[in-house]
């Protein structure tokens, strides 16, 4: 495949129509500090969105001067919109994110580079400034469809720690249920301390290695399945309820009474759910690239252990 040309901005106009200007005073500049404080509101810090004027009206063929104020306080109130939703969705851990991604807390609107093989509107984030990217030829098109980009504009800015989305999915997905279901298992083992250890960051970790960062997305629920689909089911099936003779031999094996998922490079023979007993921890074992296949077998040769 032949290599892709660098992409050549066009210049900037060196002095916009007096009709342009108006019209971008009287339908955005006039608008801009209501806009920069509603987005500061809803950000706790103050903001500032920062438009060249001259650099974006360049590709502006076919649009009327008088569209050009409402052109540029277009693509803010869908940047506005975009963020109320992400806000909605993720509450105050996505504003700690968002802030420490837009270090500058800027907005700006400029063309994408990739030229003819952008999306007709697409965003990122470069030093610290959050850019919502118009096509070449598509300015002032889908200006409400940013939702589709916000979190993944923030998400590829590196941080330490959990993605904001995996961090969500932990949080809905896992949290709110394992103290029951730990319950739940502890009643079947007879041991109403059982720990179940989800083992989050070294998981993470061994996963992110993967090229597809989709799993992130339901990284919480997963998990969640490996201990109720899977450990629990297979508690069950094997007989552990109401067992003294199993739930004793148990005991006697799983000193530490902890139960533990964890990510490996390999397992014995290929398994895609592998059980072992390890310094009397039970280690329910997959790998990358099985994450999140038969979780139902999670659990699955424990008795033999015993």
Not at 38 to 47: H, V
Not at 53 to 72: D, H, I, R
Request: aromatic share 12%.
């Amino acid at each position: 495949m032949p290599k892709r040309a660098a992409f050549t901005p066009k210049p900037s106009i060196e002095k916009l129509p007096l009709a342009v200007r108006k019209d971008i005073w009287d339908n955005f500049e006039s608008k801009k500090t209501d806009f920069e404080s509603e987005i500061g509101k809803l950000l706790d810090t103050a903001f500032t969105i920062n438009i060249n004027a001259n650099a974006v009206w360049a590709y502006a063929e076919g649009l009327s001067a008088s569209s050009a104020g409402g052109t540029f306080s277009g693509y803010v109130e869908g940047f506005i919109s975009a963020l109320k939703g992400y806000l909605e969705k993720y509450g105050d851990e996505g504003k700690s994110y968002f802030n420490s991604a837009v270090t500058q807390s800027e907005l700006a609107l400029v063309v994408n580079s990739l030229a003819d093989e952008a999306e007709t509107i697409s965003a990122d984030v470069k030093d610290g400034v959050f850019r919502i990217l118009f096509r070449q030829d598509r300015l002032g098109y889908n200006q409400s469809w940013l939702n589709d980009h916000f979190l993944n504009a923030i998400e590829a800015v590196p941080r330490e720690g959990f993605s904001l989305i995996a961090k969500h999915s932990i949080e809905n997905n896992f949290n709110a249920d394992i103290g029951s279901l730990t319950q739940e298992i502890g009643e079947i083992l007879a041991l109403p301390d059982i720990i179940i250890d989800a083992n989050f960051e070294e998981n993470y970790a061994a996963l992110n290695c993967k090229d597809d960062k989709s799993w992130q997305s339901n990284f919480g629920a997963a998990t969640f399945a490996y201990f109720s689909d899977g450990l629990k089911y297979q508690l069950v099936r094997q007989g552990f309820r109401g067992d003294d003779m199993l739930q004793e031999g148990f005991a006697e094996m799983v000193t530490s009474k902890t139960i533990k998922l964890r990510v490996v490079n390999a397992t014995t023979g290929g398994l895609t759910n592998e059980t072992i007993i390890e310094n009397g921890i039970v280690y329910l074992q997959t790998t990358p690239d099985r994450w999140h296949y038969n979780v139902n077998e999670a659990g699955q040769q424990l008795l033999d252990l015993l």
